[in-house]
C-alpha cells in the first residue's frame, strides 16, 4: 500500500461507479462526501513512510507509486496539501448536495483532484500541465449535463487552459537546455516568454482573465466556484514546484518583476470592474481575479513572510467563496437570475443568504473584523515602504470590492414590503451560512488558530523559504 494509491488511484476510480449511480443523487452525494471525508482525515493522521499496525499485521505506507517509467510521490510533507485539497472537496459537496447540484458533481470534484494530487506529486514535475489540463476536461461533463451545450465562457475557458498547458510544455522542453547553459540570456528570455505565456493562460493572468466573469455569470456559480477554486489554488502550487525545482527562476528579477506587475494589474482590474457589475455572478468572478492577483504578489516577492501569508490566505478564501457561491446559487434558483436590478429587497425574504452572501464579499475586501483583514494589512505592512506601488493597487482593490458589497447591500434591501422570513426552507443551507459567517468573523478576529496549520502547506517548497 502507497500513498498515490490511497489519494490518487482510489478516488479515481470511485468516480467511475459514481457517474455510474448518477441517477442515485442521494447515494452519490453521500458516497462522495463520506469519501472526502476519510481521505482528509487520512492526510491528517497517517503520515506517508509509516508503519501501520493493525493488530499483528503491519503495513508500510511507502509515498512513492511508479506508473510507465514515472513517480507518483506523496510524502509527509505535502499532506498538509491533500488535507486542504479533500477538506475543500467535502465542504463544498455537502453544500451541493444541500442545493441539488449536478448528480456528476460527486463524481467529478473526486476525479479532479485526483489529477490535481497527481500534478503535484508527478516526476518530473513538468508532466503535472497535462495533468492539470485534464482535470479541465473533467468539469465538461458537468457543464453538459446543466445545459446540455456549452456556454461561451465554458469554452474559452478550456482553450485557454489548452493553451497554456501547450506553451508549458514547450517551456519544459527548453528548460534542459537553458539549465545547462544558463549564460545564455536569449535563451533565457525566450524561456521566460513562454513559461509566462503558459502560467498566464492557465492562472487566468491579465489580460487572459475573461473567461473567469462569464463562466461565474453563464454557468452554475456553486460549481464554478469549486473549478475556479480547485483549479487555481493547485496552479499556483505549480509555480511554487518550477521555483523550487530551478534555482535560475528563483533569482530571475524579470520574472519577479513580471509576476509583482501583472498582480498588481489584476488587482487593480478585478476590483474596479467588480464595483461596476450588475450581475452577482460577474462580481464573484472579478472578486476571485483580485485573489490571484494577490497571490502573484506575494510570490512574486518570494520573501519567507510573503510565502506565509501566500499559505495563511488559502483557508479565508475557500471559505468565503464557498459561502458566498453557496448563496448566489440559492439566489439564482429561486429567482432565475443574478442582475442585481431583479433582486430588489430579497434581503426580507432571504435574510440570512443575503448575509452570508455579503459577509462573504466584504471578507474578501478585506473588511476589519472578517477574515481578509488580517492577510490585507500583513501584506501591506511588508510592501508599503519598498513597493508603495503595488500597496496603492491593492487598496484601489478593496475600494473596489466594497463599493461592490454597498452597491449590492442598498438594492438588495431596497423594497417598501415588510419582512417576511430570516431563514430558508433548507436546514442544511441555513446551517451551512451560519457556519460560514461565523466562522469568518472568528478567523477575522483570532487568526492564530489556523496560521501555524496553513503554513505546513510550504513544507514542500524548502529552497523558497
Known amino acids: 500500500m502507497n500513498s498515490p494509491v490511497i489519494w490518487i488511484l482510489f478516488p479515481a476510480i470511485l468516480s467511475i461507479p459514481l457517474t455510474i449511480l448518477r441517477n442515485n443523487k442521494k447515494l452519490v452525494f453521500s ?116 445545459k446540455r451545450m456549452l456556454g461561451s465562457g465554458a469554452l474559452r475557458f478550456i482553450t485557454f487552459q489548452t493553451m497554456g498547458m501547450t506553451f508549458l510544455l514547450l517551456s519544459g522542453w527548453l528548460l534542459g537546455g537553458v539549465e545547462t547553459a544558463p549564460a545564455s540570456q536569449i535563451a533565457v528570455l525566450r524561456v521566460l516568454v513562454i513559461l509566462g505565456t503558459g502560467l498566464a493562460f492557465m492562472l487566468a493572468i491579465f489580460p487572459f482573465y475573461s473567461w473567469i466573469p462569464m463562466l461565474t455569470e453563464q454557468e452554475d456559480p456553486y460549481f464554478v466556484g469549486f473549478v475556479i477554486l480547485s483549479l487555481q489554488t493547485a496552479i499556483l502550487f505549480f509555480v511554487l514546484n518550477f521555483l523550487e525545482n530551478y534555482a535560475w527562476l528563483r533569482n530571475s528579477l524579470e520574472l519577479k518583476q513580471a509576476m509583482l506587475l501583472f498582480g498588481a494589474v489584476m488587482v487593480v482590474t478585478g476590483g474596479v470592474w467588480s464595483a461596476f457589475q450588475k450581475n452577482l455572478g460577474r462580481m464573484f468572478g472579478y472578486a476571485a481575479i483580485v485573489e490571484n492577483g494577490l497571490s502573484l504578489i506575494t510570490i512574486g516577492l518570494m520573501s519567507f513572510a510573503t510565502l506565509r ?113 430570516f431563514l430558508v426552507s433548507n436546514i442544511v443551507i441555513n446551517f451551512l451560512v451560519a457556519i460560514g459567517v461565523i466562522s469568518l468573523i472568528v478567523l477575522g478576529l483570532l487568526p492564530q488558530l489556523y496560521t501555524e496549520v496553513m503554513e505546513k502547506l510550504l513544507l514542500p517548497f524548502a529552497h523558497l523559504l
Open 309 to 421: 501569508i501566500f499559505s495563511d490566505m488559502l483557508l479565508p478564501r475557500i471559505l468565503a467563496f464557498g459561502i458566498w457561491a453557496l448563496c448566489l446559487s440559492v439566489i439564482k434558483s429561486s429567482n432565475d437570475s443574478l442582475m442585481v436590478e431583479n433582486l430588489k429587497g430579497i434581503a426580507k425574504s432571504k435574510t440570512l443568504i443575503v448575509i452570508g452572501l455579503l459577509v462573504a464579499q466584504f471578507s474578501i475586501g478585506g473588511m476589519p473584523l472578517l477574515a481578509g483583514f488580517p492577510l490585507r494589512v500583513a501584506l501591506l505592512q511588508e510592501i508599503s515602504f519598498e513597493l508603495p506601488g503595488i500597496g496603492w493597487s491593492i487598496l484601489v482593490s478593496i475600494v473596489g470590492l466594497w463599493v461592490a458589497g454597498v452597491h449590492t447591500l442598498s438594492v438588495v434591501i431596497n423594497s417598501p414590503t415588510p419582512w417576511k422570513k
Open 31 to 146: 458516497l462522495g462526501i463520506a469519501t472526502s471525508i476519510i481521505l482528509a482525515l487520512l492526510a491528517w493522521v497517517v503520515p506517508a513512510d509509516t508503519v501501520l499496525k493493525l493488530g499483528a499485521v503491519e503495513y508500510k505506507l511507502s509515498s512513492t507509486l511508479t506508473i510507465l517509467g514515472r513517480e507518483l510521490i506523496i510524502n509527509s510533507t505535502q499532506q498538509t496539501i491533500i488535507l486542504l485539497m479533500y477538506g475543500m472537496t467535502a465542504f463544498w459537496l455537502i453544500g451541493a448536495f444541500a442545493i441539488s447540484g449536478p448528480s456528476l458533481f460527486p463524481a467529478a470534484s473526486l476525479l479532479m483532484n485526483a489529477f490535481l494530487a497527481a500534478s503535484l506529486a508527478v516526476v518530473p514535475f513538468l508532466y503535472a500541465a497535462i495533468l492539470i489540463e485534464l482535470a479541465c476536461l473533467v468539469t465538461l461533463p458537468v457543464f453538459f449535463q446543466s
